[in-house]
C-alpha cells in the first residue's frame, strides 16, 4: 500500500484545496450550482434576455452546464474558480460566463469576451435554479391574438441596404421556436412565447446572445427589433409570404472575370506556408472554407464538413480551413484555431489569413469579386478551377434548407471527384513515383 507522508498544516489545507479543484481555502468553498433547470437573465442596456440551461455533476471533473434552445443543446464544461466562483468557457468561442455562487444558490456573474484587446466587452446575467420557463412565469400566459407559425419576409432596416432576411416561425399555444435566415446563415434555433399581440424569441448557444420582441399587427404584418448582444440593435418589419426567398447563395460570390482559378499562400497553425499550388493538392478535388472561431455558422459549417471529410478523404479530395481570426496574431489564431481543430477532430489543413474583416478577405482573395460572409465555400475541381462558390451556411434548423444544401454539396462533389485526374498531373505523380 501506498504510505502518504505527513506535511505542516499549511500544505496538508493547500493540497486538499486542490484535489477539490479549488484555489483558495476549503473551508470555504460553497456547493456547486444545483443540478437541474435553471433560468438566466442577461442584462442588455435596458432590455432582460432570458436563456435556459441545465446544470449536471456535483464536482469539477463532471460538472456539465448545456444551454437549451427549442431542441438544441450545447454542452460546456464547468471549472470552479475560487471558493464562490464558476468558470465556463464557451468551447471554441473565445467567451465565457464567470460566475459567483451566492449563499442563496443562485448566479450572478457576466458573459465575457476573451478577446485581447476586447475585454472590456461582457453582460452581465444572474441564474436561478428551478425554473424551466423562458419569458412568461407558469399561469401568467395571456391566450395569443393570433398564431405566427409560417414563412414570413423580413426587413431590416440598417445604414447600409441589404437584402431581406426570412423567418421560419413554429408556434404551439403560447409557446414559439424559429430561426431567421439572412444571406450570410442563421441565427440557429431561437425559443420564445407569444403573448396577446407580443412576441419574444430569444437564443444563446455560447457566441453573444440574440433577442427578438415584435408587435403582431391589425393588418397580420409584424414589427420589431433584434438584439444582437453586446453588439447592436436593429428594427425590422415583416409579413408573411411563402414564397419568400433569399438571394441564390450560388450566385452572390463569384470570379472577376479573367479568372479561372484561386491561388493563396498562407502559414498554417505551426507557421508553414501553404499554397493551394502546393503538390498536395494538384490532381484533387479541393475544398475552400473561409472561417473564423468566433462565427457560429462557420462552426456548425465545421461540424458538417470535418466527418464528410474524414468519409470521403481516399477518394481524392482535399480540404483547406482558412481562419480569420479576431486578433492578427498567428500565436492567437493558433490557440483559437487549435481548440477549434482539436474539439471536431478536424483532419485537413488549417490556415491562418489574418484580421476577421471582409476586406482583407477581399484582398487576400482577389479573385473573388467580393466578400460577404463568413463562412464562404469554394469548391475547386481536378484541374484546379473554381466549379461552385456557396456564400453563408445553412444550418440542420432550417430543415429543407439544411437538405438542399447537403443534396447539392454531394451532387457537386461527385461529379467532380469522378472527373478524371489531368494527364499532366497523371504523369507528374508517375514520374514522381519512379524516382
Known amino acids: 500500500m501506498m504510505k502518504i507522508k505527513t506535511y505542516p498544516t499549511a500544505t496538508k489545507l493547500f493540497a486538499a484545496v486542490l484535489l ?18 435553471w433560468r438566466g437573465e442577461f442584462n442588455v442596456s435596458e432590455s432582460k434576455v432570458p436563456f435556459n440551461f441545465e446544470f ?110 426570412i423567418a421560419l416561425l413554429k408556434q404551439t399555444g403560447n409557446k414559439l421556436t424559429g430561426v431567421i435566415m439572412t444571406v450570410v446563415g442563421d441565427t440557429r434555433e431561437l425559443e420564445g412565447t407569444v403573448q396577446g399581440n407580443e412576441f419574444q424569441l430569444s437564443g444563446f448557444t455560447g457566441p453573444s446572445p440574440f433577442i427578438i420582441k415584435g408587435t403582431i399587427n391589425d393588418d397580420n404584418s409584424i414589427s420589431g427589433e433584434q438584439g444582437f448582444g453586446i453588439y447592436k440593435n436593429l428594427k425590422f418589419d415583416g409579413i408573411k409570404n411563402d414564397k419568400a426567398e433569399l438571394p441564390d447563395p450560388y450566385k452572390l460570390t463569384f470570379l472577376k472575370e479573367g479568372y479561372k482559378k484561386l491561388d493563396f499562400t498562407f502559414p498554417d497553425l505551426n507557421g508553414k506556408q501553404v499554397s493551394l499550388s502546393d503538390d498536395k493538392y494538384k490532381g484533387k478535388v479541393v475544398i475552400i472554407e473561409t472561417i473564423g472561431t468566433w462565427c457560429p455558422n462557420c462552426t456548425d459549417q465545421t461540424v458538417f464538413l470535418s466527418p464528410w471529410f474524414k468519409e470521403n478523404q481516399k477518394r481524392g479530395v482535399e480540404a483547406i480551413a482558412i481562419g480569420f481570426e479576431q486578433k492578427d496574431d498567428l500565436d492567437y489564431a493558433k490557440y483559437t484555431l487549435g481548440k477549434l481543430r482539436d474539439k471536431y477532430d478536424i483532419q485537413y489543413d ?63 462533389l461527385d461529379e467532380l471527384i469522378a472527373e478524371p485526374v489531368p494527364s499532366v498531373t497523371a504523369s507528374a505523380s508517375a514520374a514522381a513515383a519512379g524516382k
Open 56 to 165: 449536471k455533476g456535483k464536482d469539477p471533473k463532471h460538472a456539465v452546464l448545456t444551454l437549451l434552445n427549442g431542441s438544441r443543446r450545447d454542452d460546456f464544461h464547468v471549472e470552479r474558480r475560487g471558493a464562490d466562483s464558476i468558470y465556463v468557457k464557451m468551447n471554441t468561442y473565445d467567451a465565457a460566463l464567470v460566475a459567483k455562487i451566492e449563499d442563496n444558490g443562485t448566479l450572478t456573474g457576466e458573459y465575457r469576451s476573451l478577446v485581447p484587446g476586447f475585454r472590456g466587452n461582457s453582460l452581465p446575467f444572474v441564474a436561478e435554479p428551478g425554473k424551466s420557463y423562458r419569458f412568461v412565469e407558469p399561469g401568467k400566459d395571456v391566450k395569443p391574438a393570433h398564431d405566427i407559425s409560417g414563412k414570413w419576409e423580413i426587413k431590416t432596416y440598417t445604414k447600409e441596404a441589404v437584402p431581406a432576411s
Open 20 to 37: 477539490l479543484g479549488g484555489h483558495t481555502f476549503a473551508a470555504g468553498l460553497k456547493p456547486f450550482p444545483k443540478e437541474g433547470i
Open 350 to 412: 488549417i490556415l491562418f489569413g489574418g484580421i476577421a474583416d471582409k476586406k482583407v478577405v477581399a484582398e487576400k482573395l482577389p479573385a473573388l469579386n467580393k466578400f460577404i460572409a463568413f463562412p464562404t465555400t469554394i469548391i475547386i475541381d481536378r484541374k484546379g478551377e473554381v466549379r461552385e462558390i456557396y456564400t453563408g451556411y445553412t444550418g440542420t434548423v432550417t430543415g429543407k434548407y439544411f437538405e438542399d444544401y447537403k443534396a447539392k454539396f454531394n451532387k457537386v
